[in-house]
């Protein structure tokens, strides 16, 4: 007999590892926030071949502890502040549970039309949540699909509009001539990546100019320079405007922005990768102005909005151009309801086949928390980086170096008097590993300006205000050290 | 207070949703296997938006069997015998669990060593469970690591190909030129897709002849195929080989295929989605002779190796090429490890950023099965598709079309004398619909010399004899009834 689980064995070790995760986040602050292994440690705990006979669940679940717990870096930990937050939460991971546990694929509508419906159902509802332009719903003649993440989204929003640029001919015969695609230079490395894998190159990923002050992308600099590339013979075929730049959310000006993709014929993807979760909130909506300009537009509930990673929402405002650019249909998935056309096949909004049912995690986490309980949870962590840009400021050795109108602040300390750039930025450095190395907290950095920069990212829902205030005197102790 | 799931409503819910999974399979055959839902059913029953405060847990967990339930496809259903099996089993749904519970990141070694670290190993004990070629191991030049599905591995396979074939000029300016992929005529869509993602163009994809008999690719037709193109001005690129075609599990002659591959200078990439898991028992490895020619090689664990999708293992011969080809490195993902080039980071060996901690499904997996528990398995869908086989041929009014040395039988019902091929595959077609519409079993269909086909695809770990035992009743039942 070949020893299945059978289900009353999983009743039993499945309340077991709910209890594991349970205990997992009481007990998170007792770890480090950042991993303290070093390379090769985690592997060296595992023995070099499976083994023969099947060993007992207790078994593995207690390995959790001594082989994969001390490798971790805790992105639940309160006191994460690196990159950008990956919030999950329990509705969520019981989403995902029950997504594992059903095992059904939803690559077409026929082979789980609940799978396609509910996630079809729940875009629209994110339509709502967010204020997104009425063109993306599904009623219209737009529609959104879960990616696995915004660098997908953007690939995707990229092979549409390399098809709608040669009138489709580019699916037949592959890129011919020089696309061209745009970006600030602050834009996500996923565009430079997305263009290297459609074929475009990176070489014709065009970087416009950013205001300094506010880094957001020049409009005018945007028009210059698709005009002169145009002119020299270039195909410019997208533009890619961000709201919440991976450095430092900053906001492109996307009504700008979408007048001269209208003007000049080019396709619009917004990526709010990041900030897209702000919107959730009526006051925040002012970083969405525009939106309606866009072809193309995506955010990750996995980022900011309490749904476990991979959940990238993406939309477009024509389906049709999007399932022409990816639609291939052998003989094996041929089937009525497909034939009918009166049902989406999400296999054709998306580069794998496969897809599971991740529609449950935004479903099971929005009724959840509700409008007003996901609201909340962005307004603290907007109000929590507000008090921390306050203390910064109101420490002389330390600059706030951007805008920080969402959940993340860039600073650093300053340079002493007489002193150049380049020992500043040593001192930054130094002061980051430092913190980093407490296990107390973890932040992670980008370079503003040129200039090394600390980022200090708000967000996880497990943080409160003593976590906050407990970095940032961490941050202030140690700049102390370093400065004798 | 923003209403977080606390780690004592986790447990309690938790514990909730695993008995909701636990009856869920114990009770999964009183559900059709084909979902009987129209267009619209499920959305209709789905609020037009979110709610605006939150709901109990109990209350969504109750709407699964209302809402989500009717409208699924039960691919966990012992008599789910369409398209490939998508195995998955307790402890891969757990494993699932717990990573949805830690929420880590794995884009950088730096961002969860164990995540990456473990992965590495466990593609390691895969070569070892599959007898794969040494070279695929990370202590070689090699590598592997997860896709999410046999599709993206094709079309990373795609761009490894074209940054060698370039020399590395294709990431810096695109695709220029005619590239060409080969595969056969009974190659996966995801081939096609993958052209056309990656700038080649699905009509550069060439389709070499197969043997009628044995549907694998011949060699020598390809061969030809290459030098004629390359005599053309095109740029052969790579050729997909197939161990387990979607429509028949076809076997294309991989060591044949790899001298025309050595001979020419191009890319071999081995797509054996379903059939790699074969090679989990030693009598079935014939299947994979002349692997060790692939520059790239993957097969899916989630379909046929009780591992939930999505997961994909795919290996290159050369790690170095996949990583130049892929990787594009921002200031705010530089950090000391990956400076160090003692570590992997797993983004530049995928086209997304951000991964999950997918290694833990196939760690619990082979850990709770052991080497003997997944080869019995395999064995046991092998022996039911050899006796289904047995009984088809013991029934004159059917036929056995192809090859079936797996758990896929590929069948169809004779013509008449004197009718014509369209005649029975109209016949085949109402066989199929009958068959499905009663809910009782689930087959799909391919076409195979042309000709429709009804495809048996067994290995559901619930599958017994008695449920083939009944599906084959149920196909004669009706055949009667279709013959008058």
């Known amino acids: ?144 699909v879960i990616q696995d993440s915004a660098s997908s989204a953007t690939l995707v929003a990229t092979l549409a509009a390399l098809h709608r640029a040669t009138d489709g001919a580019w699916g037949r015969q592959g890129v011919r001539g020089r696309h061209t695609i745009y970006t600030s230079t602050q834009g996500h490395s996923s565009i430079e990546k997305a263009a290297r894998i459609a074929g475009i190159g990176d070489a014709n990923v065009r970087l416009v100019d950013v205001d300094p002050a506010t880094l957001a992308m020049r409009p005018e600099a945007l028009r210059r320079m698709i005009e002169a590339d145009r002119a020299a013979g270039a195909l410019p075929t997208m533009v890619v405007a961000t709201v919440g730049t991976t450095s430092t959310t900053a906001i492109d000006p996307v009504a700008a922005i979408g007048e001269v993709c209208r003007d000049l014929g080019v396709w619009l993807h917004v990526d709010a990768a990041y900030a897209g979760s702000a919107a959730v909130c009526p006051e925040l909506r002012w970083t969405h102005a525009g939106v309606e300009h866009a072809d193309s537009y995506c955010f990750d509930p996995h980022k900011w909005l309490l749904t476990g990673f991979d959940c990238d929402a993406f939309w477009v405002a024509d389906r049709g151009e999007l399932i022409q650019a990816l639609s291939v249909l052998p003989e094996y998935l041929r089937n009525a309801a497909t034939e009918s056309g009166a049902v989406i096949d999400y296999r ?29 949870h962005i307004r603290r962590g907007v109000d929590l980086a507000q008090q921390f840009a306050a203390r910064v400021r109101a420490d002389e050795r330390f600059e706030v170096v951007a805008p920080h109108p969402l959940s993340l602040v860039c600073f650093r300390l300053r340079p002493l008097a007489g002193e150049g750039e380049a020992a500043a930025d040593a001192r930054n450095e130094e002061l980051l590993r430092r913190l980093n190395a407490s296990g107390r907290l973890y932040l992670t950095h980008t370079r503003v300006n040129d200039r090394h920069t600390l980022r200090m990212a708000i967000g996880a829902p497990a943080t ?14 140690t700049a102390a050290e370093l400065l004798g």
Chains 1, 2 share one sequence.
């Not at 049912?357 to 909340?376: D, I, N, P, Q």
Request: a negative charge.
């Open 1 to 144: 007999m070949t020893s299945h689980m059978t289900p009353e064995q999983f009743r039993e070790h499945g309340h077991a590892a709910v209890d594991w995760v349970a205990d997992y986040w009481e007990r998170i602050e007792a770890h480090p926030v950042l991993s303290q292994v070093a390379p090769g440690d985690v592997a060296r705990a595992v023995p070099p071949r499976p083994p023969v006979a099947g060993e007992p669940f207790e078994q593995v679940l207690a390995d959790l502890a001594s082989v994969v717990t001390p490798g971790l870096t805790h992105w639940q930990h309160p006191s994460h502040f690196g990159y950008f937050p990956a919030n999950t939460s329990g509705p969520s991971v019981l989403a995902d549970l029950v997504c594992a546990g059903l095992g059904v694929q939803g690559m077409l509508w026929a082979t789980s039309p609940a799978c396609t419906e509910l996630e079809t159902a729940m875009l629209d509802w994110l339509v709502d949540l967010l204020d997104l332009p009425k063109r993306f719903r599904s009623d219209s003649a737009g529609g959104g």
């Open 348 to 376: 054709d909004w998306q580069v794998p086949l496969g897809r599971r049912f991740r529609a449950l995690k935004l479903w099971f986490t929005m009724r959840w928390y509700g409008v007003e309980g996901l609201r909340e």
């Open 464 to 477: 409160e205000e003593r976590h906050v205030t407990a970095a940032w005197e961490a941050i202030q102790r």
